[in-house]
């Protein structure tokens, strides 16, 4: 059983950095993809960010484009969220998730992280 733990949330100010870590533990293969969503107050959790594991293809919502970047450990089987330029708009518990494989939608989901951004 795989098992996503996410860390790096906190309370920051607009136009500050945080970088969110997930660690995956329990793998015993390899994975197709992992990703990062948000869920703000009163909305759906969304796609934020996604990253292809063997080829490090990356995928970005429009509203973070240019602010947060996707990364991937291969030897720790972490992946990173860093954001820059956070604004108040970014405030949302952020989930961490992993697909096993093509078209089968995300298996795994971490417990979440708190971001909270002031103005």
């Known amino acids: 059983q795989v098992q996503l733990v996410e860390s790096g949330g906190g309370a920051v100010q607009a136009g500050d950095s945080l970088r969110l870590s997930c660690a995956a533990s329990?793998?015993?293969?390899?994975?197709?993809?992992m990703g990062w969503f948000r869920q703000r107050p009163g909305k759906e959790r969304d796609p934020v960010a996604a990253?292809?594991?063997?080829?490090?293809?990356?995928y970005y919502a429009d509203s973070v484009k240019g602010r947060f970047t996707i990364s991937r450990d291969n030897a720790n089987n972490t992946v990173y969220l860093q954001m820059n330029s956070l604004k108040p708009e970014d405030t949302a518990v952020y989930y961490c998730a992993e697909a096993l494989h093509l078209g089968s939608g995300y298996d795994y989901w971490g417990q979440g992280t708190q971001v909270t951004v002031s103005s």
């Open positions: 329990g793998r015993t293969f390899s994975t197709f993809s």
């Open positions: 990253i292809i594991w063997l080829t490090a293809y990356t």
